[in-house]
């Protein structure tokens, strides 16, 4: 079996990755939103788990304890706790990313007996006391686990796990790379398989997988179609069918700004004194979503500068229904796309793609109003 096609199984809920992990006797911890540093969990020996609503269909039981005004990525994550699919967790970690997040953490500590929940309160501007709050926080969190676990979380571990993270993060760009050229190896789908991959799975066997993946791409033929070269942006998007309905409609997902794409893991730690205050300030001063309420021009600025690095002809804002965060940007960032010359499509989305016709329409209608259309 080759490299992607080893990544691309470990995508799924559960993996064999998560299974063997398990059959070892060690635990795994559950993760909500990207301000969750995976690094203070890795270094406890846990596996870190993004939590998602990959491939759920019926979100009802999750929805009647959110209720329908909920937004229904969050909804369709319980729903997965309801149903078992979540049963190999050992505990969860989450933050106040924003306000589905938080209510989603509320119900599964409500609903569930898992002996680790806890939550980080992350500060929503930037500045040197909310950096020190931010590593309370996160120091917290450090005491948590190694009362959890009974392990001590060393600086030295913790300076061992930033630095695979980072290797993660270096290969990950490198993959973005390979969809910047004219003619790229590979499509938007399988990119987005790769990445939920990295979220689900040991980043040690993971890094060493992406590793092989990268080389082999070197030999690969380019795509034989490549149409219109789009980026997706917006809310949470944990699911690579919504991608590969674009990319049948003719479009070319080329990259994306997205906290299940690029905004996982992109930017490096810098390790500069005290680790945990390294880890602080890079968690809370990167850009990931405009939940910091100072951080919207470096948002805007990381995107522009995506949209010029691989060549993309028009943007795909898709928003959630109902998500609070995102709900309002298509007014602000339009306006901005607009003057900068750039297309925008808007699509409202729920996880459970009922609407799929409907985008696919609205998909193809946009990828013809972009021929012969540069930025």
């Not at 938080?102 to 500060?123: A, H, K």
């Not at 600086?155 to 270096?170: A, G, M, P, Q």
């Amino acid at each position: 079996m080759k490299s992607d096609e080893k990544l691309i199984l470990e995508s799924n809920l559960p993996n064999p990755a998560v299974q063997f992990w398990k059959k070892q006797g060690k635990k795994v911890m559950g993760t909500i939103c990207c301000h969750v540093p995976e690094e203070i969990i890795h270094a406890a020996g846990l596996l870190p788990y993004r939590i998602r609503a990959t491939g759920c269909t019926d979100n009802s039981r999750g929805e009647s304890w959110m209720t329908s005004f909920s937004c229904s990525f969050a909804s369709s994550c319980l729903e997965l706790l309801f149903n078992g699919t979540y049963d190999f967790l050992d505990g969860v970690v989450t933050s106040n990313g924003c306000m589905h997040a938080q209510r989603l953490y509320d119900n599964w500590r409500l609903n569930d007996s898992r002996p680790f929940v806890q939550s980080l309160t992350v500060p929503r501007k930037v500045s040197d006391s909310a950096i020190s709050y931010y590593r309370e926080e996160l120091n917290q969190l450090k005491e948590g686990l190694e009362k959890f676990t009974g392990v001590a979380i060393t600086d030295e571990k913790l300076e061992n796990s930033v630095k695979i993270y980072n290797e993660t993060r270096r290969l990950i760009r490198e993959l973005y790379d390979l969809r910047r050229s004219g003619s790229p190896v590979l499509t938007g789908t399988q990119s987005q398989n790769l990445i939920l991959a990295a979220m689900s799975m040991p980043k040690e066997q993971y890094n060493e997988l992406l590793s092989s993946y990268l080389e082999e791409a070197k030999g690969k033929e380019p795509l034989t179609t490549c149409g219109a070269r789009l980026m997706i942006i917006g809310s949470a998007l944990d699911d690579p069918e919504f991608i590969k309905i674009i990319e049948d409609n003719g479009g070319t997902v080329v990259t994306d700004v997205q906290c299940f794409g690029s905004r996982y893991l992109w930017e490096p730690v810098v390790l500069e004194g005290d680790v945990m205050t390294s880890l602080a300030t890079s968690y809370l001063t990167r850009p990931t979503c405009h939940r910091m309420v100072d951080q919207h021009q470096a948002l805007f600025d990381f995107t522009i500068d995506m949209v010029r690095n691989h060549n993309v002809e028009g943007i795909i804002f898709a928003k959630m229904k109902n998500c609070d965060v995102w709900g309002g940007e298509n007014l602000f960032l339009e306006e901005r796309f607009k003057k900068a010359n750039i297309p925008v499509l808007s699509l409202e989305r729920e996880e459970i793609m009922t609407n799929s016709l409907q985008v696919s329409v609205r998909v193809e209608a946009f990828i013809e109003m972009l021929q012969g259309v540069g930025i």
